[in-house]
């Protein structure tokens, strides 16, 4: 079966995997998101059951016929069906648990596993091949009465279950007579009745996730988008530290055979601006709490106020990119890459999207912990980089290896710090520096409406030195830095769609890098474009768009980084937090309001 990803994640905060449409755990890292993949035949183009294969946890039906998927309502619990020619059939019930237990919250690096049968006498095979080194090694294995113990590199993990173990290490063909329970996790006794056990984790699990949907302030329309979004997004988050990282794989490409395969399993602050801006219109603010602890730690640490575009989920400041060669990659499409050195790269963007992170603690008083005077003054020497660097060339958002230039959005972003900061100094009641901050958000605002816009084409460049058109000079307009009335701004956004819209997607931009000229569409740009839509008064023109966006979204409700417009095909990274940013943004900005229901 050709890789696609048509997957589903299941998850709990600390542990995550992807389970094919095959019901195939394909994914998963431990002991955590950046770690070692112990699943990870997504990237290995050989056929999964092949002599010598590894990397995935299956669980065959025989002669299967028909197979069907979907999550338990408001969680990430997957169910997945399998019916074989005769009609025999058993359902298998995939989480990770996670419930609070003794006042904390209980996350380990565990997956479990229910078969049940549900109609005749079904006959499964169990095929658990793990990997460990990025698949370039076969664990050793021991076992006992009910375990098997596989030994990686760094860690080994144990299988307690009560399906037959000598069944399992053979892999042979067994009838299926009573539910069985597979616990792969730590090395550890599993204490108790697996059965009974993993089926009270299952509860409490459900509950859990239910629980926290229930606080979620949905929009009446297109809920069941939004609270898949949100979950998805929940589970991007390491909650160990509050690091939200880009998305939960490595190495998927851009579009087919183009070098454009990119580590992902990082927190870059941009991206983790936005997902806590999403959810933050939904209400969930343990998100936003854990993860300003998490930005506390990275400013305390920042040598001179000077802020890396990513780190790691820990904290970690060096992220050194390298290739895994066991592994042939997506398709086939390799290279597979471990870790990503955009981390050394130049974004001065960072310093905005850190102090607009920081911005609603000092206003919101639903937080346990409101932003106070000693905040504000270490964000202070964020916002004093931010100025002194605004108007320096750098990557880009987009991240450019081979080339730097004085970009709008990054200047933009910086003006958004010190106009941010003045807010918070407002609110505080610190006058002196409220003026202080205002006035430099004044020269910026100042310096970019001089060397931005272009009088001769009526727009706004995406650089300060060129004439270029990027998708991100929507965004101006959801800073606050313009307004949708604005004759710049809309001179702009007839620019930017005229050259960069193809059909019902958006480009990044439409001029080679260094890799060439994109094929596929950033869909986040997409969701950009839809809200500048609805904001200018193209109100049809947004819903129907918004519609055809979701129409894209694979069959658990998710989203990639990019699509290709003409097949409409999902690539790169998955499930991208900025394309699932964009779901519940545009949602809640297009949706009738409740009081149309009540």
């Known amino acids: ?5 048509d997957l589903w994640p299941i998850g709990n905060c600390q542990a995550s995997a992807l389970v094919d449409r095959a019901g195939r755990f394909v994914w998963a890292c431990v002991p955590r998101v950046d770690g070692d993949p112990v699943f990870c035949s997504l990237l290995d183009d050989n056929p999964p059951a092949a002599p010598g294969a590894r990397g995935f946890w299956e669980i065959d039906l025989e002669d299967c016929a028909e197979t069907r998927q979907d999550y338990i309502r408001n969680t990430p619990i997957l169910v997945t069906h399998h019916i074989d020619a005769a009609g025999n059939a058993i359902e298998v019930v995939d ?36 990997a460990h080194d990025w698949g370039g090694g076969e664990p050793e294995r021991t076992r006992g009465s009910n375990h098997i113990r596989y030994i990686l590199s760094e860690t080994t993990l144990r299988l307690s279950t009560s399906a037959p173990v000598g069944w399992l290490e053979s892999e042979r063909l067994f009838r299926v007579e009573r539910p069985l329970h597979f616990f792969l996790g730590p090395d550890e006794s599993f204490i108790g009745d697996i059965g009974d056990t993993l089926d009270t984790m299952l509860e409490h699990t459900a509950h859990e996730w239910r629980r926290w949907v229930r606080a979620l302030a949905t929009p009446v329309e297109w809920q069941e988008a939004v609270i898949r979004s949100a979950i998805t997004l929940k589970l991007c988050q390491h909650e160990e530290t509050g690091a939200i990282v880009a998305a939960l794989t490595t190495s998927i490409p851009e579009h087919a055979d183009s070098q454009r395969n990119w580590d992902y399993r990082y927190c870059w602050i941009r991206d983790a601006y936005y997902t806590v801006q999403a959810l933050n219109r939904l209400g969930a603010l343990d998100v936003l709490e854990s993860y300003l602890e998490y930005l506390r730690n990275i ?17 970690e400041a060096t992220l050194v990119e390298g290739v895994a060669p066991a592994l042939n990659g997506y398709r086939g499409m390799g290279p597979v890459r471990i870790g990503n050195q955009a981390y050394a790269q130049v974004q001065h963007d960072a310093y905005g999207q850190i102090i607009l992170s920081n911005a609603q603690a000092f206003f919101d008083q639903r937080l346990y912990r409101m932003a106070g005077e000693e905040d504000f003054r270490a964000l202070e020497k964020i916002g004093e980089r931010a100025w002194q ?9 987009w991240e450019l290896r081979t080339r730097s230039q004085v970009h709008t959005y990054s200047v933009a972003m910086c003006w958004a710090a010190c106009d941010r900061l003045a807010n918070a100094a407002e609110a505080l009641g610190l006058g002196e520096r409220v003026g202080f901050w205002r006035a430099r958000a004044d020269a910026i605002r100042e310096r970019i409406e001089a060397d931005a816009w272009r009088e001769e084409t009526q727009r706004i460049s995406a650089t300060f030195g060129g004439d270029d058109l990027d998708a991100s000079l929507i965004q101006l307009l959801d800073l606050r830095f313009v ?3 604005d004759e710049r701004f809309q001179g702009t956004l007839r620019a930017v ?17 260094d890799f060439g000229l994109p094929h596929t569409a950033f869909n986040v740009c997409t969701f950009w474009l839809i809200e500048a839509l609805w904001l200018t008064g193209r109100t049809d023109d947004a819903r129907e768009l918004f519609e055809e966006m979701l129409s894209r979204r694979t069959r658990a409700g998710l989203l990639s980084e990019d699509i290709d417009p003409a097949t409409g095909e999902l690539w790169g990274n998955y499930p991208q937090t900025y394309s699932l940013v964009g779901v519940i943004n545009c949602a809640a900005l297009l949706s009738k309001p409740w009081s149309s229901v009540r």
């Open 1 to 5: 079966m050709t890789a696609t990803l």
């Open 95 to 130: 989480f990770c648990p996670r419930f609070f237990r003794h006042g904390r919250m209980y996350r380990p690096v565990a997956f479990c596993r229910i078969v049940r049968p549900t109609a005749g006498s079904p006959r499964i095979r169990v095929r658990l091949r793990p």
């Open 299 to 315: 400013v305390d640490n920042a040598k001179g106020g000077h802020i890396q575009p990513l780190y790691g989920v820990g904290g």
């Open 389 to 397: 660097v605004h108007d320096q060339p750098d990557a880009g958002l």
């Open 483 to 485: 307004k949708p009335g």
């Open 497 to 513: 769609e005229d050259g960069l819209r193809r059909g019902s997607h958006m480009l990044r931009y439409a001029t080679e890098d």
